[in-house]
């Protein structure tokens, strides 16, 4: 068992430095902790999010029950419960492993990922878990230069950052 912990570890820090050696030169290491970090906890509240809801729905019996896929329209009347349990809310279409699928199509993923982030932290505004939540993402300037000097750059370190990060 420690060993599968070992080479997890190694597997993780291997695929850090290969994001690390694929951004080089157009991010230094403070910002690319940022960046690395912020992606790495988009996931991880996406997959938790989805997981929590998928194991619901199972143990209600929709066995099928996939909240990745499902519409947002549909996933909007949980809203409020989901807030209520988790402390933030996010729709199917804004989960992680959404948004990478269609990453490479999206010419404005940086405008994405940016409302994404935003609709996160403001899911949790005016509850308990405010604080957790507000400026969360403030260190992950997707505008900015440092990612590309043009939009269709910034993207292209966006989506290999998302693959990466997958």
């Given at each position: 068992m420690n060993n599968k912990k070992e080479q997890e570890r190694t597997e993780l820090h291997r695929a850090i430095w290969a994001i690390a050696d694929d951004l080089r030169g157009a991010v230094d290491g403070w910002d690319f902790k940022n960046y690395i970090l912020g992606t790495m906890f988009y996931r991880y509240i996406s997959e938790d999010i989805a997981a929590y809801i998928n194991k619901g729905e199972i143990k209600a019996g929709n066995t099928d029950f996939d909240y990745a896929?499902?519409?947002d329209e549909e996933a909007e009347q949980a809203r409020a419960?989901?807030?209520q349990e988790k402390g933030f809310f996010m729709l199917p279409s804004e989960l992680f492993c959404n948004v990478?699928?269609?990453a490479m199509l999206d010419v404005n993923?940086?405008?994405t990922l940016e409302r994404i982030?935003?609709?996160i932290e403001g899911s949790a505004r005016g509850r308990v878990s405010e604080t957790?939540?507000?400026g969360l993402f403030d260190d992950f300037d997707v505008n900015g230069n440092k990612l590309g000097s043009t939009v269709a750059k910034r993207n292209e370190k966006?989506?290999?950052l998302l693959d990466g990060i997958a």
């Amino acid at each position: 068992m420690n060993n599968k912990k070992e080479q997890e570890r190694t597997e993780l820090h291997r695929a850090i430095w290969a994001i690390a050696d694929d951004l080089r030169g157009a991010v230094d290491g403070w910002d690319f902790k940022n960046y690395i970090l912020g992606t790495m906890f988009y996931r991880y509240i996406s997959e938790d999010i989805a997981a929590y809801i998928n194991k619901g729905e199972i143990k209600a019996g929709n066995t099928d029950f996939d909240y990745a896929k499902l519409l947002d329209e549909e996933a909007e009347q949980a809203r409020a419960d989901l807030v209520q349990e988790k402390g933030f809310f996010m729709l199917p279409s804004e989960l992680f492993c959404n948004v990478r699928a269609k990453a490479m199509l999206d010419v404005n993923l940086n405008e994405t990922l940016e409302r994404i982030f935003s609709n996160i932290e403001g899911s949790a505004r005016g509850r308990v878990s405010e604080t957790s939540f507000s400026g969360l993402f403030d260190d992950f300037d997707v505008n900015g230069n440092k990612l590309g000097s043009t939009v269709a750059k910034r993207n292209e370190k966006l989506v290999r950052l998302l693959d990466g990060i997958a």
